[in-house]
Nanobody
Framework: QVQLVESGGGLVPAGGSLLLSCVAS????????MGWYRQAPGKQRELVAQ???????PYADSVKGRFFISRDSAKNTVYLQMDDLKPEDTALYYC?????????WGQGTQVTVSS
């Protein structure tokens, strides 16, 4: 059974930084993409950043230049470095992994940015 566990969320003041991590455990093979989505209260879940094998998808416009995604394939881990955080970044952040034929989600980690 595949399990995704996110960590690194928390409460930070505007302008602060956080590093989110997501570790995938279990029998997971042929990973195509690893990424981060977020969902704010009353809003739809949106893609923040996604990375494949050597391919980086465009970041969401709202986070360009402030958020940076990276992965450690050997550890089945994906990271999201978030700098210059803004109150509008407040959301539940979900890790997402796609393989050939399957999609996996973490349970989410809360990020709250105070003004």
């Amino acid at each position: 059974q595949v399990q995704l566990v996110e960590s690194g969320g928390g409460l930070v003041p505007a302008g602060g930084s956080l590093l989110l991590s997501c570790v995938a455990s279990g029998s997971i093979f042929n990973i195509e993409t690893m990424g981060w989505y977020r969902q704010a209260p009353g809003k739809q879940r949106e893609l923040v950043a996604q990375i494949g094998s050597g391919v980086l998808s465009p970041y969401a416009d709202s986070v360009k230049g402030r958020f940076f995604i990276s992965r450690d394939s050997a550890k089945n881990t994906v990271y999201l470095q978030m700098d210059d955080l803004k109150p509008e970044d407040t959301a539940l952040y979900y890790c997402n992994i796609r393989t050939m034929g399957s999609t996996y989600w973490g349970q989410g980690t809360q990020v709250t940015v105070s003004s």
